[in-house]
């Protein structure tokens, strides 16, 4: 079998996955959710808004900009409030831990690891905790 046949193997593995069948119902939801689809329009407006005042440089209207931050801000609270928007993020932390698995063990064999037992990292940030921001997790 090549790479490319078993990496597709792989991506079917991945359909099935309780990850990847919890990440696609909560989308599927989410979309059906007409006052949910509303806000999500609602607030890509508002950051696009935003955005076109930002863009404005010098002569941007900061009360324009502080009024659309804080509408922004509202709604996302909104949004986040949802319990069909809680469960995709959850879903979706759920297959991005999957992923990161994944790409972490085949990452770990490109470099020569054993492909049957090799455990990657659950961060990789190097152990260099110089410029450190915190965000890989490792104690310093």
Avoid: W
């Avoid at 006052?35 to 440089?57: D, F, P, T």
């Avoid at 932390?93 to 470099?111: E, F, N, P, Q």
């Avoid at 990657?120 to 450190?132: F, I, N, S, T």
């Amino acid at each position: 079998m090549s790479i490319e046949e078993t990496t597709r193997a792989l991506g079917a593995e991945i359909q099935l996955a309780p990850a990847y069948v919890r990440f696609v119902a909560a989308k599927e939801a989410n979309d059906a959710d007409e006052v949910l689809s509303r806000q999500m329009r609602e607030i890509e407006l508002l950051r696009m808004q935003y955005q076109h005042e930002a863009a404005k440089g010098a002569s941007a209207d900061e009360g324009k900009m502080d009024a659309y931050d804080e509408a922004f801000q509202q709604l996302y609270q909104t949004i986040m409030q949802n319990p069909r928007m809680r469960e995709y993020q959850a879903a979706m932390d759920d297959m991005d831990a999957l992923m990161k698995r994944v790409t972490g063990i085949l990452s770990g064999c490109a470099m020569g690891e054993d492909p049957a037992t090799f455990e990657p990292k659950d961060h990789d940030c190097g152990g260099d905790c110089g410029g450190c921001g915190g965000g890989c997790g490792h104690a310093r």
